[in-house]
């Protein structure tokens, strides 16, 4: 009789561990400054997590006292403010909340946001409570980070993440102006606030369209499409996306609408969505807020095992939700050629290695869903300058080039009009930019400026052969520049 292992037996026995998400964001910050030349020590620092903050506070809410937990992490602080999001979830954790603050770093590294890297969260599940109870929770969170410091527009910029949109971070931004009664540039104490409460056109849409500029870029070199084993333009591109939240929404609504790219796939809680013949975004996203789920969507078949829709066979994959959705288990199935990464964390370590060999190209999330970092820069940047962008300029820009097309318009009068200018020309040159347009035009030069650096690393070394290497040696070289100019 063989006295060999069993082969399930062995292979069992090989299997590595799927490694957390802070690990893994640690295991791909390590790949990367093994090809670094860092000074001694240096690399440690950059990698722990500067301090986390936990508190436990309580809220009388029906009747009684409920203690709720929260966190803030201060991953980086080689720029000031620290900056990133808060978020409201059951499974939020201090390991979590560091993970995501270390991505922070990095990616405001990348796109030239100059933040330092942090993250919040509370642990709760927002949709057990009602508005009311949530402000009050929200509020009293909030008073205990912004009597630390932990919210102040020099020091410390919270935003929306899961879970929290615009209105909590009107419910942040109003409890810091009561406790900071004198403070001029209270407003820049939080991000991602509603327009009336010195919020920023655009800042809703920003983490998706930032997709969106980012595949744009894509698209634009040859050799990384290739690389992806895909050729051509966006139109007609088969797209998976996992969660239709606020960014899988976004980038989903844009990529269909303006780039012409087909979505046959949509992953939610409660089941996904397929046909190869194109879903309707916006059909499918209204039903999700009217019904809560895509269950009983009418208009195309329901899939209940939403990991076979992950699976099957597409040109771009976007997880746009949580972390670790692609697993050691699932990476070896995905049909994929190119994943873009909306959300944060959502390919472990593990996968990433598994993809990578697979010649899968992977858009990694320090660049891909850095849209939202950067429009609460732009936000951030209103708040201090206390005036909305373009407002000394439109007129101004209107009234010259008037000018050119009165002057044309008279020289065309005096060749007898043998030629007229195009009325859709005249009216998009006429039209002064408003901030929608400068916050877009930022983001997008911001998007193509990233891409180009990171893809610089990847072409350009022999020792890098995909992308999220390539965007840590970027983000890791400018943090410890910033650190050497401070003579650490
Ligand atoms: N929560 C978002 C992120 O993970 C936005 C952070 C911000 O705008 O500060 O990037």
Known sequence: MSTQPKPEAHAQAQTPAEPSFRQSVDLMFNRAVALMDLPPGLEQKIRVCNATYTVRFGVRLRGKIETFTGYRSVHSEHMEPVKG??????????????????LMTYKCA???????????????????????????ITRRF??????????????????????TGEREMAWIADQYARMNTTDINSRACVTGKPLNAGGIAGRVEATGRGVQYALREFFRHPEDMAAAGLAGSLD???????????????????????????????????????????LDVDAVHEWILRHGGVSDYPDARCHEDSAAVMEAECDILIPAALEGVITMQNAPRIQARLIIEAANGPITAGADEILRDRGVVIIPDMYANAGGVTVSYFEWVKNLSHIRFGRMQRRQEEARHQ????????LSDSLGKTWSLDPQFKDRYLRGADELELVRSGLD??????????RQVWHGRADVTDLRTAAYLVAIDRVASSYRAKGL
């Open 142 to 163: 909030a008073y205990e980070l912004i009597k630390r410091d932990l919210i102040n527009p020099s020091q410390n910029v919270p935003a929306p993440d899961m879970g």
């Open 85 to 102: 999001g808060i978020r409201f979830a059951d499974t939020v954790n201090q390991d979590e909340v560091e993970a995501l603050a270390a």
């Open 445 to 454: 030069d911001t998007m193509r400026t990233a891409y180009q650096s990171m």
């Open 236 to 278: 007609g591109k088969r797209v998976i996306v996992q969660g239709l939240g606020n960014v899988g929404y976004h980038a989903a609504t844009f990529l269909q609408n303006e780039d012409g790219a087909k979505i046959i796939g949509i992953i939610e809680r409660d089941g996904a969505l397929y046909d190869e013949t194109g």
């Open 110 to 136: 990348l796109v030239e946001a100059p933040f330092g890297g942090s993250k919040g969260g509370l642990c709760i599940d927002p949709r057990q409570y009602d508005e009311h109870e949530l402000e009050l």
């Open 403 to 410: 000018l050119v097309v009165d002057q044309l318009e008279r």
